[in-house]
């Protein structure tokens, strides 16, 4: 029987519209697919450039458990970004050409990977607030219509958690020590606290896939309300250790039940985002060195995947 492309559309959102999911093998419509494909490689890539400021660290970390811990961590990160890749590739996408499209500038990533990890404090700042905005837009994502992307996305939640809580008492135990260790904290809230926001992407009015997202329940909060929780979850974390948020505007709404808060610097996001962030070309730099080293591994695996 030939089904018309009327029907298969109309059987796409009916399933889209009863919170079913969508499998490799189901029909979809082009621009769906190609929503996924784009925003499930920019996150894989974001996985995997995000190794680079942590690991800059592993051999800096300040005792044998931290080095250990963060090792673990930075670990976890590249087994995200793996089964990003996969998921992606079952939609009939190589992965070579994702990486390829990455390595040669072509890809976005994550923003927030394109700040330099100055001090250890940075390592936690980064594990509290990057690791925290991840989890705030990926709790929805295990709900994403399409099965393979929301499936990776409850163990990549279950493995963030621990990220942020380490990230956190990092904080917590430097915001305990001296002043110097207090003013080391403060100084990576006071860099981190605005980039880690704009990882939310643009603001609903500019965001110009949201509504296509939402409606097919890919996206299920906009962007503006998964930052402002954001901002409502971190504030009395900051606060309990003694840190303070640098931003003069930000204030407590009751009307609204959440905070008001001062408005992001746009220009730099879109400066960041265009590939002239402080350290854009030193990630891809690093990353296409990997890369090239990595080459005869990649050459031993497929002589050794071809003998058997
Ligand atoms: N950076 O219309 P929208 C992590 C782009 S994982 C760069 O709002 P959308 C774990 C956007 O792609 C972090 N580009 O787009 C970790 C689009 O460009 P295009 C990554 C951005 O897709 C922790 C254009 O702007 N997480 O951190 C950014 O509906 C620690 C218009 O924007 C994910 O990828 C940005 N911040 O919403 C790892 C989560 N924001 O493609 C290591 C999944 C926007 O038209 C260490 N992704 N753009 O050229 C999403 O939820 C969505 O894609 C958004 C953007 C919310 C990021």
Known sequence: MVVSQEQLTKQFNAYVADDKKIEPKDWMPDAYRKTLVRQISQHAHSEIIGMLPEGAWITRAPSLKRKAILLAKVQ????????????????????????ADLLSGKAKYSSIFNYPSKTWADIGAIGWLVDGAAIMNQVPLCRCSYGPYARAMVRVCKEES???RQGYTIMMELMKGTKEQRDMAQDALNRWWWPSLMMFGPSDKDSKHSAQSMSWNIKRFSNDELRQRMVDMTVPQAELIGLKIPDPDLKWNEKKGGYDFGEINWDEFYEVIAGNGPCNEERLEARNKAHDDGEW?????????EKH
């Open 76 to 99: 976890d990160e590249a087994g995200h970004g793996l089964y990003l890749y996969s998921a992606c590739e079952t939609l009939g996408v190589e992965r070579d050409d994702l990486v």
């Open 162 to 164: 621990f990220h942020q």
């Open 297 to 305: 591994v990649r050459k031993a695996a497929m002589a050794y995947a």
